[in-house]
């Protein structure tokens, strides 16, 4: 069991938006910004997308944006386009471990 | 630009150690701040965070495999290696080393390995 919780899978029709949730504690999510959204493609190692909640690293698209309300942060994909099918991951840096700890993960289907 | 990668056995026998060595380049883990972990996914499930060092040889380690993980780092060879203990067929998995992001990000990993995959069985 994954100490962050998301949805197993979400689907969307391109051009759509989609938002994948990502459900913690207030001894990770609630209490810090330190939340960040990998995207990953069969057989290809994480990307990083999301970093510190909202901010996006150079080079991903800005239809990628994040957001977070109290123990749940988000990754909201808009102009859904069929390269974005993939497996997504939250992590959030956890008090418990002093370290960080990820979430179940989420297949996005592009139908 | 950074890279990363990972390099060890393919297959491990139970009760065997596993030894993964992470060579990397573009940046220096003597430096103020850097740090470099490692990441598993069993084949279909989820992620799951292992190990942390920084450049000052603070170290991290998940609580559940805490008793058999041991993370090093050398920084003249750029290399950071991870040694598992007593190994199960439940390690299987692919294992990533990754760079820790400097900017902001406490916890997050920029750059990713390729990753290695690990199986372990008689």
């Known amino acids: 069991q994954s100490a962050l919780t998301q949805p197993a899978s979400v689907s969307g029709s391109p051009g759509q938006s989609i938002t994948i949730s990502c459900t913690g504690t207030s001894s990770d999510v609630g209490s810090y910004n330190f939340v960040s959204w990998y995207q990953q493609h069969p057989g290809k190692a994480p990307k990083l997308m999301i970093y510190d909640v909202t901010k996006r690293p150079s080079g991903v698209s800005n239809r990628f944006s994040g957001s977070k309300s109290g123990n749940t942060a988000s990754l909201t994909i808009s102009g859904l386009q069929a390269e974005d099918e993939a497996d997504y991951y939250c992590?959030?840096?956890?008090?418990?471990?002093?370290?960080?700890?990820f979430g179940g993960g989420t297949k996005l289907t592009v139908l | 630009q950074i890279t990363l990668k990972e390099s060890g056995p393919t297959q491990v026998k139970p009760t065997q150690t596993l030894t993964l060595t992470c060579t990397f380049s573009?940046?220096?883990?003597?430096?103020?701040?850097?740090?470099v972990g490692w990441i598993r996914q069993p084949p279909g499930k989820a992620l799951e965070w292992l190990a942390l060092?920084?450049?000052?040889?603070?170290?991290r380690y998940s609580p559940s495999l805490k008793n058999r993980l041991t993370i090093t780092k050398d920084t003249s060879r750029n290399q950071v290696v991870l040694i598992m203990t007593n190994m199960v067929p439940v390690d299987t998995a692919t294992y990533y080393c990754?760079?820790?992001?400097?900017?902001?990000?406490?916890?997050?990993?920029?750059?990713w390995g390729q990753g290695t995959m690990v199986t372990v069985s008689s």
């Open positions: 060092i920084y450049w000052d040889d603070d170290k």
């Open positions: 990754a760079h820790r992001l400097m900017s902001g990000g406490l916890t997050t990993f920029d750059v």
């Open positions: 992590s959030s840096y956890t008090s418990r471990i002093t370290f960080a700890i």
């Open positions: 573009g940046f220096s883990l003597s430096s103020n701040g850097e740090a």
